[in-house]
């Protein structure tokens, strides 16, 4: 089976400060991993995405995430946040041998003047 | 433009009152997905659909029910057995499952979500 736990339900933190969303993710297979992104009232939008190849993967907004498989971690990071990032964040995984994507629980990042 | 599209955005329920959520595609993608967002608890699966004309369970399918008669449209009915049916929720589709089709992309995409609240 699969899951993914995201650590902290909220992170605040302030205008052009670095940010960490931590994502741990359980499966004994290989994994697809994604980050999403929700803003009040809408859908997820795919935020960026680890199939295979370089474990660093970036957006074009200036996120970026590492998968480390010994750690089973797909953190997400951005060295400095705006205003607009302010959403909630899931990180899914969807494992070789699954069907469907498995989420965390989300985490809310608040982006402080 | 290719997208998944949910409606209605708001939809009331009077308790005992079954209703039907709608979710149409046309991205081709063969898998649906519907999921049921609460505060605090992340998106949890209900259904989804790997294949036209099947469906399997997901991790709270009970109250609720589905069909997928043609590959472009999922909709979801929320039946009277579900006792706590307010809610946010998000219909997605994707690929088929990716180990059969490597490289291809493999992420989901959502609709914009319909708010459930019964009154």
């Known amino acids: 089976a699969q899951s993914v736990t995201q650590l902290d339900s909220q992170v605040p933190v302030f205008e052009e400060a670095p940010v960490e969303l931590r994502c741990n993710y359980s499966?004994?297979?290989?994994?697809?991993l994604f980050w999403y992104v929700q803003y009040p009232n809408q859908g997820l939008q795919l935020l960026l995405k680890?199939?295979?190849?370089?474990?660093l993967v970036k957006s074009i907004n200036g996120f970026e995430a590492e998968f480390n498989k010994s750690q089973t971690s797909f953190h997400l990071r951005k060295p400095s946040v705006h205003i607009s990032d302010t959403a909630e964040y899931f990180c899914?995984?969807?494992?070789?041998?699954?069907?469907?994507?498995?989420f965390g629980s989300g985490t809310q990042l608040t982006v402080l003047p | 433009d290719g997208g998944i599209t949910q409606s209605p955005k708001y939809l009331f329920r009077k308790e005992g009152q079954n209703v039907t959520l709608s979710c149409e595609q046309n991205?081709?993608?063969?898998?649906m997905y519907w999921y049921r967002q609460d505060p605090g608890q992340g998106l949890r699966l209900i259904y989804y659909?790997?294949?036209?004309?099947?469906?399997q369970k997901g991790d709270i399918a009970e109250g609720y029910s589905v069909s997928r008669e043609k590959k472009e449209s999922f909709p979801l009915t929320v039946t009277s057995a579900q006792k706590n049916p307010t809610a946010f929720y998000l219909c997605?589709?994707?690929?088929?499952?990716?180990?059969?089709?490597?490289?291809?992309?493999?992420?989901?995409?959502f609709g914009q979500g319909t708010r459930l609240t019964v009154v």
């Open positions: 997605a589709s994707s690929i088929a499952n990716p180990r059969f089709r490597a490289g291809a992309n493999t992420e989901a995409f």
């Open positions: 499966s004994s297979v290989s994994v697809y």
């Open positions: 680890y199939l295979s190849g370089s474990t």
């Open positions: 899914a995984v969807l494992s070789g041998s699954a069907r469907q994507l498995t």
């Open positions: 991205l081709n993608h063969d898998a």
């Open positions: 659909s790997q294949i036209v004309n099947d469906f």
